[in-house]
């Protein structure tokens, strides 16, 4: 399940309801590959360690991450896959979250 809903992604690209909901499917997938590329950064599944039972709240610092990425990656799908774009600032909010092990 995603950690971010349809409606927050539409907020953050600034969507009116006059825009319907023409790009629904697509805006959902983005946020379905954002969630995966932050977990694989991460090595864990979000939801497995946060918001479950007598487990701490998943942080707004990764609901962000999700967020951000999923909104670049909308605004820049006519961008070669190769230069998918993260923003500014997430990798650095990825590592305070990653399990590192060596």
């Given at each position: ?7 927050q ?6 969507f009116?309801?006059?825009?319907g909901t023409?790009?629904d499917d697509l805006?959902?997938?983005?946020i ?12 864990y599944?979000?939801?497995?360690t946060?918001?479950g ?8 610092a990764?609901?962000e991450?999700?967020?951000?990425i999923?909104a ?5 799908r006519?961008e070669s896959?190769?230069k998918?774009p ?5 990798a ?9 092990t060596?």
């Amino acid at each position: 399940m995603a950690i971010l809903t349809l409606a927050q992604l539409k907020e953050e690209l600034g969507f009116t309801d006059d825009l319907g909901t023409a790009d629904d499917d697509l805006l959902t997938r983005k946020i379905a590959a954002a969630q995966d590329h932050v977990e694989r950064v991460l090595g864990y599944q979000i939801e497995a360690t946060f918001g479950g039972e007598d487990q701490d709240p998943i942080p707004p610092a990764l609901i962000e991450a999700v967020s951000q990425i999923a909104a670049a990656w909308y605004e820049a799908r006519d961008e070669s896959e190769d230069k998918l774009p993260l923003p500014f600032g997430v990798a650095a909010v990825l590592d305070g979250y990653r399990e590192f092990t060596f």
